[in-house]
């Protein structure tokens, strides 16, 4: 008997697998009904990276001086804004995107993988000199790691290459903006008219750069790396520093740090409703206690919340919050194969969530259920899911 979900060789042919996936969907969509609707506000406008990414797997990584052979090579479309503004296209959102590239033979990849994926780049700067950016990745079998080398674009992006009139074009509808961070100064232009304008942001703070304090002052959603917390705030512990990000930045609504094959934590604010009582509690204790909470014997994402706490920062003040502890797929080692890409997914998936007005626990499940599926093809986009895709289904119905 043919099990629909169980992963095939690669020797398989094509037409088979095709068959399989949509097979798949049928049966999902059979037992448990049709997909909710899609979110009737669902236009999204991302600006920062596009470009593009020559990955080559290898055994193992080299050592200097090393000649070593790739075991596969694969060239196509990367940078943070592009992987999660697609990943958001193939979800089911109209994804606009602002960035620029060059008119060169990678430029016109970069569209044309865009735009295949219905991602709006009537906003993309086309530059007629320069070029467009790009990444040398090695991806280790070995350790299931990969090393990227970044050229960036020349010449770069700076507000004036955005005109008013287009500015106005790209906002109209817009339900959410997304930036990584990248082109700051352009980045900075659109979150100010944004704000005036009332439509809310997310912030993708991978690491410290020039600009993400302005963006940050400006966001009201940060999604960022394992490392990027204590690093912006110095605290002692990652759950401290969530407290201080909130304390620091009274827009944000929620921060979400996400910790790899650990999972995930987020923070969200809480306005203390009416009636409900704060609990006076630890971060650092609170967390150590969600912890021992989880179903370590469940591959599949699960989300376990904290009750609405009254939390603290040395010399910066108290708030009300709640802890949510999301933990990731557990992938069969045959399974995983490139992570490339994985953090993008999952704002991705993010991104859909807010239009759909989730709740924290199911965004966070299926935001980690959409990186699982990215690591499972090498490159940040082969492995993106849409929105049909039957591992997906339980979260959009």
């Not at 009582?277 to 206690?289: K, L, V």
Request: proline share 6%; hydrophobic share 40%.
């Amino acid at each position: 008997m043919l099990n629909l979900y169980s992963p095939l060789p690669s020797t398989y042919p094509l037409s088979f697998r095709n068959f399989r996936v949509k097979m798949s969907s049928l049966v999902v969509q059979a037992c448990a009904g049709p997909l909710s609707p899609l979110p009737e506000s669902r236009t999204v406008l991302g600006v920062g990276g596009v470009g593009v990414d020559i990955l080559a797997t290898v055994d193992s990584y080299p050592n200097p001086d090393d000649k070593i052979r790739s075991t596969s090579l694969k060239v196509q479309g990367g940078g943070n804004a592009g992987n999660a503004l697609t990943c958001a296209a193939r979800l089911g959102l109209d994804a606009r995107l602002i960035s620029k590239i060059a008119d060169d033979a990678q430029g016109r990849g970069i569209l044309e993988e865009l735009q295949a994926d219905s991602v709006d780049t009537s906003f993309l700067v086309v530059s007629k000199d320069g070029n467009s950016p790009f990444t040398y990745i090695i991806v280790d079998n070995e350790t299931k790691t990969r090393t990227c080398i970044h050229t960036p674009g020349f010449p770069p992006m700076i507000p004036d290459d955005l005109s008013k009139s287009n500015l106005s074009a790209a906002l109209n509808g817009v339900r959410l903006l997304y930036s990584d961070v990248r082109l700051h100064e352009t980045a900075i232009v659109i979150a100010k008219e944004a704000n005036c304008m009332g439509i809310p942001m997310l912030i993708d703070a991978e690491k410290k750069r020039e600009g993400l304090d302005d963006l940050l002052n400006l966001t009201d959603y940060v999604v960022c790396s394992a490392k990027f917390p204590q690093a912006w705030t110095e605290a002692s512990s990652i759950p401290n520093a969530l407290v201080c990000m909130l304390l620091k930045l009274p827009k944000v609504k929620f921060v979400i740090v996400t910790l790899g094959e650990d999972g995930c934590l987020m923070l969200e604010r809480c306005l203390g409703a009416e009636g409900v009582q704060s609990e006076e509690s630890d971060a650092d204790s609170q967390y150590e206690s969600m912890k021992q909470k989880r179903d370590r014997n469940k591959s599949i994402p699960t989300c376990i919340s904290s009750n609405q706490l009254q939390l603290s920062a040395e010399g910066i003040g108290v708030m009300n919050g709640r802890f949510y502890l999301g933990t990731a797929e557990k992938i069969p080692p045959s399974e995983l194969v490139d992570t490339t890409g994985a953090g993008d997914a999952f704002i991705g998936a993010v991104l859909y969530a807010i239009c759909a007005n989730m709740p924290p626990e199911k965004m966070l499940t299926f935001a980690a259920q959409v990186a699982a599926a990215s690591c499972r093809a090498l490159g940040a986009r082969t492995g993106l899911p849409h929105r049909a895709d039957p591992r997906l289904a339980p979260f959009l119905h």
